[in-house]
């Protein structure tokens, strides 16, 4: 199979953009675990960064809501 053949290719990326790569899907990632950490129920579906922290932000008085409610019982 040459798919399996293709690993070759990596060689040639500068060790520089292998990294940037893995700390750009690492943020990703990161940021989409934000609507389960804050326990947000409308969250955002894009990935982009502006638009999963302008959620959050938007979506700051339902967090405050459910953690004053946690905390009063």
Known sequence: MLIYRLGFIIDFLSNATFV???????????????????GIVNFTSKIQIIPVLSSVVAQRDEVTKKHHSNNSI
């Open 20 to 38: 940037g790569f893995m700390a750009g899907a690492a943020v990703i990632v990161s940021l989409q675990q934000l609507k389960g950490l804050l």
